[in-house]
């Protein structure tokens, strides 16, 4: 067990729907990651939070968001969803300090659209 | 621009046989590198990582890691694989603010 908690862990939905997925991460993490994991694109980087703020910013669709509250627990929402959104969705953290920190992964919510 | 390439997808072994899964980061990564797994129906994990000092990193399983870095490579080795290291295997380094992940390689290990 990671200590990352990400739910639902599965997750269907129509197309032009919206969902929301959530992370709680590790105790003490400050840094929480989002990524997309899709047969034909691999593991993709979206988006990380640190401390609530935006740090750094991937491939990410216009619509998808994330949030990062102060409870340290992120949000990471989809819109308008396509055929082509159905992927594994990973989230990670790590603790604070800017380098040097391995990331501690989720089990994932695998999103199928339909 | 910030990558890391992983150079085969597929890697298909037999049991007990040696494996090398290779890795290389461009010069604008960092030389903070990871390998990180995953095993079917699970999240990553890391497996290694090498920070600084020794450029032979190893885990506790058996694989182990090499920093070279003339070749910008940290190509992952095990002398003699089982069936349970079937996996997919990740090779990560740090760029910017954010870990940047190879596409994978997928070991499959063959009784």
């Known amino acids: 067990d990671s200590g990352v908690t990400q739910t639902p862990k599965h997750l269907i939905t129509a197309t032009g729907q919206r969902v929301t997925l959530r992370c709680s991460p590790r105790?003490?993490?400050?840094?929480v990651y989002w990524y997309q994991q899709s047969l034909d694109q691999g593991l993709q980087f979206l988006i990380q939070y640190y401390n609530g703020e935006e740090r750094a910013k991937g491939n990410i669709l216009e619509r998808f968001s994330a949030q990062q509250f102060p409870d340290l627990h992120s949000e990471l929402n989809l819109s308008s969803l396509e055929l082509g959104d159905s992927a594994l969705y990973f989230c990670?953290?790590?603790?604070?300090?800017?380098?040097?920190?391995?990331?501690?992964f989720g089990q994932g919510t695998r999103l199928t659209v339909v | 621009a910030q990558s890391v390439t992983q150079l085969d997808s597929q890697v298909p072994v037999f049991e007990e046989a040696p494996v090398e899964l290779r890795c290389n980061y461009s010069s604008s990564v960092s030389v903070y590198l990871f390998w990180y797994v995953q095993y079917p129906n699970q999240g990553l994990q890391l497996l290694l990582k090498?920070?600084?000092?020794?450029?032979l990193v190893e885990s506790i399983n058996g694989f182990e890691a090499e920093f070279n870095k003339s070749q910008t490579s940290f190509h992952l080795r095990k002398p003699s694989v089982h069936i349970s290291d079937t996996a997919e295997y990740f090779c990560a380094g740090e760029g910017g603010f954010k870990t940047i992940f190879g596409a994978g390689t997928r070991l499959f290990v063959k009784a």
């Open positions: 090498y920070l600084s000092g020794s450029t």
């Open positions: 105790s003490g993490d400050l840094s």
């Open positions: 990670a953290s790590s603790a604070p300090g800017r380098r040097n920190t391995e990331a501690f």
